[in-house]
């Protein structure tokens, strides 16, 4: 549920205090999202941003709900540095947007995206596929739509629906069709697939993303948010009060859930996100990380399948791997 606006001041405040708090060395790129803080008031996200301060950042990246997105907050987001945008628009069809539990209707979302679009130039939208009453022939209308428009930077996501939902039944059986014909639209169109979920025109990809995808550090900053900093992960309570309470005590280490991982969980991880990735796994970087040489024998599986493709010192995705990922056990 979305935090009561009497809350927005306060939560602004803790996030610039532990933000202050925790940052020892600078960040290229920064994700203002995960949340949106497009529903802050002209007040407190002009607080938030002040607090941020003009850092001279590779990309900003600000997300947006479409009912919030106006000329005098998209004007403020750029006096302080945002330049590239994220919009979840989700589906273009009012019925699925109802189903969904979303405030705002399909046109609202595409004007939305043309103002986000022309004031920043970059940005990406999220749609959702394999969604309850959602034939393939809805989320292709969807992508085309926004390929007309213009879009530079798109990702889809199919929805996991949690058991004992009330929604109706997916369509699973669209899963595959749905994604591989929305993946061969976007490659026409130029926008080139360079993680599993994410297709871009060149120069427009995540660079923020990528540093996930590539295990670089990043520092996370509010309730449940994680972090990866000198090969750690670790997370702050997903709570609101203990975070709060952690935050004004200083943020101290030991008030962080932490991850150590075992030497087969950093090779399993770096295995698993490298594959993701366009690029796939670099064999050279594993045996220079973990010592010895990647077994490609693990991989004959489902090289044979036309899953995976192992050429010019890479192991990477290809044809209905991009599909099964999940199914592909290499480890």
Known sequence: MPAPERLHGEYVDLVLRELTLRTKVNFETMYLGGGSPSALSMENLQKLLQGLGKNELKEFTMEWNPEQVNSEKIQLALDFGVNRFSLGIQSLNDDLLKMLGRRHSAKTALDAFEKLNSAFGTGSCDLMFCLPNQSTQNF????????????????????????????????????????????????????????????????????????????????????????????????????????????????????????????????????????????????????????????????????????????????????????????????
């Open 140 to 331: 292709l209308n969807d992508v085309k739509t926004l390929v007309n428009l213009e879009a530079k930077h798109l990702s889809f996501y199919g929805l996991t629906l949690k058991k004992k939902t009330k929604l109706p039944l997916q369509p699973e059986h669209l899963y595959p069709e749905m994604y591989l014909k929305a993946a061969e639209i976007l490659q026409s169109a130029g926008l080139h697939r360079y993680e599993v979920s994410n297709f871009a025109k060149p120069s427009h990809e995540s660079r923020h993303n990528l540093v996930y995808w590539k295990r670089g550090p990043y520092l996370g900053i509010g309730p449940s948010a994680h972090s990866y900093l000198d090969g750690v992960r670790s997370n702050a309570s997903g709570k609101y009060v203990p975070w709060k309470k952690w935050v004004l005590s200083g943020c101290p280490q030991n008030g962080l859930t932490l991850d150590i991982p075992s030497k087969e969980g950093r090779e399993i991880e770096a295995i698993w996100l490298a594959l993701r990735t366009r690029e796939g796994l670099s064999l050279e970087a594993y045996e220079r990380e973990f010592g010895e040489k990647f077994d490609l024998k693990k991989a004959e599986l489902y090289i044979k399948k036309g899953w995976l493709t192992a050429n010019e010192g890479s192991l990477a995705l290809s044809g209905k791997g991009w599909l099964w990922l999940d199914k592909i056990s290499i480890f």
